[in-house]
């Protein structure tokens, strides 16, 4: 079965430091990849996808996200962070059901605390 | 372009209560699922309709939820008798859903349902 490990809880960063969020998958296919933000009493907003191509994606708010298939990782960053960026960040892969559909797994999620 | 739309935006109910939610999905979106997200942990998949028919229900908890699709736009998702344990963000999300088997949809969230079962 597929997972997702995001190994952070938490990361404190400074206003206008760089920001590297790490996110490993477990699929034993082509993966397809997502991060999702999620601010307070939100739901979530799709950052930036992979689903094939270039391995470095661009998404959104300046981040980008970069699959490495011999890691099986695909970490988000950003080299600036702003104090709007404050909020918990998912990855999740899409694997392929029995029923024939995708569906999403997500990771348990990295809280990012900005500080001034 | 509208996005997820949910209600109610909260929602306190004591245990053994009867609870529904609703999300109408991004028009023209064939694919929709259901998510719970307890605190501290990413969602999880609870259903998945295409159109109004269930694709995947293998970890909603059939004997207090349920959920349909009717007319293949709206949903309801209903808890009861509700427990403790079920407090949570009840998140709808939509996708296009082409069809393609093996394709992975992007999927867009609604703001979610916070439940608070005391």
């Known amino acids: 079965a597929q997972s997702v490990t995001q190994p952070d809880i938490h990361i404190t960063v400074s206003e206008g430091a760089s920001l590297e969020l790490r996110c490993n998958y477990s699929?034993?296919?082509?993966?397809?990849l997502f991060w999702y933000v999620q601010s307070p009493g939100q739901g979530l907003q799709l950052l930036l996808k992979y689903f094939s191509g270039d391995t470095l994606v661009q998404g959104i708010k300046g981040f980008e996200a970069e699959f490495k298939r011999s890691q099986s990782s695909f970490n988000l960053r950003k080299p600036s962070v702003h104090w709007s960026d404050a909020a918990e960040y998912f990855c999740?892969?899409?694997?392929?059901?029995?029923?024939?559909?995708?569906?999403?797994?997500f990771g348990k999620g990295t809280m990012l605390l900005v500080s001034p | 372009e509208a996005g997820v739309a949910q209600s109610p935006r909260y929602k306190i109910i004591e245990k053994r209560q009867s609870v529904a939610f609703w999300c109408n999905p991004i028009?023209?979106?064939?694919?929709l699922y259901w998510y719970q997200q307890i605190l501290g942990q990413g969602p999880k998949l609870l259903i998945q309709?295409?159109?109004?028919?269930?694709?995947?229900d293998s970890q909603l908890p059939k004997d207090r939820f349920s959920a349909e699709r009717l007319k293949g736009v709206d949903s309801t998702l209903k808890i009861q008798p509700a427990k403790l344990e079920d407090s949570a963000v009840y998140l709808c999300a939509s996708s296009l859903g082409r069809g393609v088997a093996g394709r992975t949809d992007t999927q867009y969230f609604g703001p979610g349902t916070r439940l608070t079962v005391l």
């Open positions: 028009s023209g979106h064939a694919t």
């Open positions: 309709f295409q159109n109004n028919g269930v694709v995947d």
């Open positions: 699929y034993g296919a082509t993966p397809y």
């Open positions: 999740a892969v899409g694997a392929l059901m029995n029923s024939g559909y995708s569906t999403l797994t």
